[in-house]
């Protein structure tokens, strides 16, 4: 194994300590102490390899490599963020390979090995998984004019703490941050988050097109009364009216054909919640993607028969506010025929696939040319403490990234 290889490792072993769990994971919800102590260790990596540290208004934090005064940026990253007792490769594996394909682009534009034509900048985008403060892809979000500034900072946790106060508590350091204005091109290399890359034996994923997706912020209403004394023909109960939504949601997938729908109900509360009293209130999220619009637009037809039926079984009131929508959006086909042609020169198997999660390039390919990258990740396990992508995985997407950038810089893929 190269050194080169031996120091991304390592430097992946000594970020993953921050914030650790027990069972090899990790917990840094944005803005916490352990994700502020991950963002300085960053910003410490980043001093010691050449890049001048910036942070943003809103959290973004970037390391920035000048290579040709005055030109604009290819930028690279992901987030260092993560969701509870989750694991440790999710979205933080892609700011540190973006960190070091950085570095090695740099170094050969440097040696006269490139002729470049772009600046570099690394980023950790702030708040990309939205479990401490809504929405997600936050800081992404902010510098790509989709979120006003003032808004985002403003949100609150469940215990009241803002996005501004939180930011306040972690490492600033002084100087102007790249703007949108200043980059010409983006790219991102991630974990799959599924098993179609391993179930298929296929070393890389190049991403094509996002699934689409609607969201929604239910809220059940009932009445607030007595577990005990309240007569079951007279209860309202908000709970479970709930729990009627929450297996309709289930359910519907059924309907439709393997792998064309995933639905979920996430984050409830649930309101007085105590032991002998039945909920007047329950607020969740609604989560529906699928691969195909048409199948979406069915879903939610379907879902709102099954709503009207919990409301008259439940005696409960149930509305839907969508936080959240979005189509089949595809990735530029520049960018895309990109990155086939880096993993071809390579010699990596490959694969063009869609993504169904969400991720910051999915707000950077709206403004910028962009590329985006998967590696393998061992029985699609993600947003758990036994997530994993094997050692050889990760170092080849670290070589594809390499040759990405090298490309980028280098002006290959034409900017917009």
């Given at each position: 194994?190269?050194?080169?290889?031996?120091?991304?490792?390592?430097?992946?072993?000594?970020?993953?300590?921050?914030?650790?769990?027990?069972?090899?994971?990790?917990?840094?919800?944005?803005?916490?102490?352990?994700?502020?102590?991950?963002?300085?260790?960053?910003?410490?990596?980043?001093?010691?390899?050449?890049?001048?540290?910036?942070?943003?208004?809103?959290?973004?934090?970037?390391?920035?490599?000048?290579?040709?005064?005055?030109?604009?940026?290819?930028?690279?990253?992901?987030?260092?963020?993560?969701?509870?007792?989750?694991?440790?490769?999710?979205?933080?594996?892609?700011?540190?390979?973006?960190?070091?394909?950085?570095?090695?682009?740099?170094?050969?534009?440097?040696?006269?090995?490139?002729?470049?034509?772009?600046?570099?900048?690394?980023?950790?985008?702030?708040?990309?998984?939205?479990?401490?403060?809504?929405?997600?892809?936050?800081?992404?979000?902010?510098?790509?004019?989709?979120?006003?500034?003032?808004?985002?900072?403003?949100?609150?946790?469940?215990?009241?703490?803002?996005?501004?106060?939180?930011?306040?508590?972690?490492?600033?350091?002084?100087?102007?941050?790249?703007?949108?204005?200043?980059?010409?091109?983006?790219?991102?290399?991630?974990?799959?988050?599924?098993?179609?890359?391993?179930?298929?034996?296929?070393?890389?994923?190049?991403?094509?097109?996002?699934?689409?997706?609607?969201?929604?912020?239910?809220?059940?209403?009932?009445?607030?009364?007595?577990?005990?004394?309240?007569?079951?023909?007279?209860?309202?109960?908000?709970?479970?009216?709930?729990?009627?939504?929450?297996?309709?949601?289930?359910?519907?997938?059924?309907?439709?054909?393997?792998?064309?729908l995933h639905t979920s109900v996430s984050e409830m509360y649930v309101l007085p919640n105590s032991p002998v009293t039945i909920a007047r209130q329950v607020r969740m999220n609604l989560d529906l993607r699928s691969p195909d619009e048409?199948?979406?637009?069915?879903?939610?037809?379907?879902?709102?028969?099954?709503?009207?039926?919990?409301?008259?079984?439940?005696?409960?009131?149930?509305?839907?506010?969508?936080?959240?929508?979005?189509?089949?959006?595809?990735?530029?086909?520049?960018?895309?025929?990109?990155?086939?042609?880096?993993?071809?020169?390579?010699?990596?198997?490959?694969?063009?696939?869609?993504?169904?999660?969400?991720?910051?390039?999915?707000?950077?390919?709206?403004?910028?040319?962009?590329?985006?990258?998967?590696?393998?990740?061992?029985?699609?396990?993600?947003?758990h403490e036994a997530e994993y992508t094997r050692d050889e995985d990760a170092l080849r997407g670290v070589e594809l990234l390499t040759e990405v950038v090298r490309r980028l810089v280098a002006g290959e893929l034409p900017a917009e």
């Amino acid at each position: 194994m190269s050194t080169t290889n031996t120091g991304f490792l390592e430097d992946f072993a000594a970020m993953s300590g921050f914030g650790a769990t027990a069972a090899g994971g990790v917990d840094r919800q944005a803005g916490t102490a352990a994700d502020h102590a991950t963002r300085a260790w960053f910003g410490d990596w980043l001093a010691r390899h050449g890049f001048t540290e910036s942070v943003d208004a809103i959290g973004n934090q970037f390391g920035t490599l000048e290579l040709v005064p005055g030109a604009p940026y290819v930028l690279i990253g992901s987030h260092l963020d993560s969701q509870p007792m989750a694991g440790r490769f999710d979205g933080a594996y892609g700011v540190l390979a973006a960190a070091h394909a950085a570095a090695r682009v740099a170094a050969e534009a440097r040696s006269g090995r490139l002729e470049p034509a772009c600046n570099l900048a690394v980023v950790n985008w702030f708040n990309e998984e939205g479990s401490r403060f809504t929405p997600s892809m936050m800081g992404s979000s902010v510098f790509t004019g989709k979120l006003a500034l003032d808004e985002a900072l403003a949100v609150t946790d469940p215990a009241g703490e803002s996005v501004a106060a939180a930011l306040a508590a972690g490492h600033r350091p002084a100087g102007g941050a790249p703007v949108l204005a200043d980059v010409a091109r983006y790219a991102e290399i991630h974990i799959e988050q599924g098993r179609n890359l391993e179930e298929t034996g296929t070393q890389v994923g190049i991403v094509d097109c996002t699934w689409a997706a609607s969201k929604y912020r239910v809220t059940v209403d009932g009445a607030q009364s007595h577990t005990g004394s309240t007569r079951m023909e007279d209860r309202r109960d908000a709970l479970y009216g709930a729990a009627l939504v929450i297996a309709a949601a289930r359910d519907l997938a059924a309907e439709f054909e393997p792998g064309q729908l995933h639905t979920s109900v996430s984050e409830m509360y649930v309101l007085p919640n105590s032991p002998v009293t039945i909920a007047r209130q329950v607020r969740m999220n609604l989560d529906l993607r699928s691969p195909d619009e048409a199948v979406l637009a069915r879903a939610m037809e379907l879902l709102g028969k099954s709503i009207a039926d919990a409301e008259g079984r439940s005696r409960t009131q149930v509305t839907l506010e969508q936080t959240h929508q979005w189509g089949l959006v595809p990735y530029q086909s520049e960018g895309v025929a990109l990155g086939v042609a880096s993993a071809k020169r390579l010699g990596f198997s490959h694969t063009q696939i869609m993504t169904v999660a969400g991720h910051d390039s999915t707000n950077l390919k709206d403004v910028v040319p962009t590329v985006m990258l998967f590696v393998p990740s061992v029985e699609g396990v993600s947003h758990h403490e036994a997530e994993y992508t094997r050692d050889e995985d990760a170092l080849r997407g670290v070589e594809l990234l390499t040759e990405v950038v090298r490309r980028l810089v280098a002006g290959e893929l034409p900017a917009e």
